[in-house]
């Protein structure tokens, strides 16, 4: 159900693992030697603090019931995101220490390595329009965009770190291709969230509508109601008698 006790600690996990982020990258700042690096810190803690403020948005939507379930396993996703916290809680200590810039790119890569799980797409493609600004999953493609071209800047005679951001630019394509197909609801892509009690199929207004209402709407036809052999014999086993005969 949207808003299961799983589902819930979802969302929860997403915003704290991005308020750590924000964190991670304002310590990042700090550290910098030169005023472009911390500029360039700064931005990225910016970005996570709009991050944050979108999973308040979506945790509002489920509370409220007007988002769908759209992950088959709630409680596995929220047990892999409670790891991905523990590890940047690791990395939010390590970048107290940091004493060189090679050191802080290699701790935000590996940040923003975790953050690509394809919950955060999903979620984030599953928000819409509905937060009054930007799409929150075009957002964020503009956050990893900015951080793999600041990595490239501040990096560009270090072989070494050059690969990591190859790497990291493959990984993030085919995140994102896993995030629009979770994230796909109601008629898009063909994903459509239909509750497991009443049948009642989840529209892209935002309301629960009969799977009658739902098909007449999307396919333009009406239903003359008939009765199968299965349900006949069951409910009127005389007239299936007489039938069969």
Known sequence: MPNSTAY????KACRQIDKTAQDIYFTLS???AVVDLEKFWEDMALDEQKHVEYWEHLLAMLIDGSIPNIFDNTHKVSSHLANVLNICDKILHASIKVKDSG???????????YLLHPAF??????????T???????EYDKHIRNFIDGFKRFNRDNLYLSLFVQFLEKVWEETQAISDKIGS???????IPVCSDCKKI???NGTWETMDYFIRLTMGTSFTHWIC?????????EYYLRIIK
């Open 8 to 11: 819930i600690e979802i969302i």
């Open 229 to 237: 052999p299965e349900c006949l014999k069951k409910n009127y086993p």
């Open 185 to 191: 609801v109601c008629n898009l892509e063909g994903l």
């Open 103 to 113: 050191t802080a790119f290699l701790l935000a890569y590996r940040l923003e390595f």
């Open 202 to 204: 989840f529209s892209e």
């Open 30 to 32: 700090k550290k910098a």
């Open 132 to 138: 009054g600004s930007k799409s929150p999953d075009v």
């Open 121 to 130: 797409g999903a979620l984030f493609h599953l928000m819409g329009k509905d």
